[in-house]
């Protein structure tokens, strides 16, 4: 079993940063997968960012503003958001591929105001 939780989010200016935090419990192979997704009202999650090992996936819409990193020793992942736009406004999911089964954080609420 994994379990993720995640920290971080919450309102901030268009044209400034976040952090998100997800730590993750439970045994992580540094080749399963790790990311980020977000929901918009409405609409079905999508990706945001992964990494698996050293191989980071962005979605184009964050790419050049977000950065994904992983803290292989507190099984943590993070996204650094930068250059933040009102069209990220969206919960924030944690998400962790393994063995094929996926497990998901509780969410976070990500606020840019314009």
């Known amino acids: 079993q994994v379990q993720l939780v995640e920290s971080g989010g919450g309102l901030v200016q268009a044209g400034g940063s976040l952090r998100l935090s997800c730590a993750a419990s439970?045994?992580?192979?540094?080749?399963?997968?790790l990311g980020w997704y977000r929901q918009f009202p409405g609409k079905q999650r999508e990706l945001v960012a992964d990494i698996s090992g050293g191989t980071t996936n962005y979605a184009d819409s964050v790419k050049g503003r977000f950065t994904i990193a992983k803290d292989n020793a507190e099984n943590t992942v993070y996204l650094q958001m930068n250059s933040l736009r009102a069209e990220d406004t969206a919960v924030y999911y944690c998400y962790c591929r393994r063995l094929g089964v996926e497990y998901w954080g509780q969410g976070t609420q990500v606020t840019v105001s314009s």
């Open positions: 439970g045994t992580i192979f540094r080749t399963n997968v």
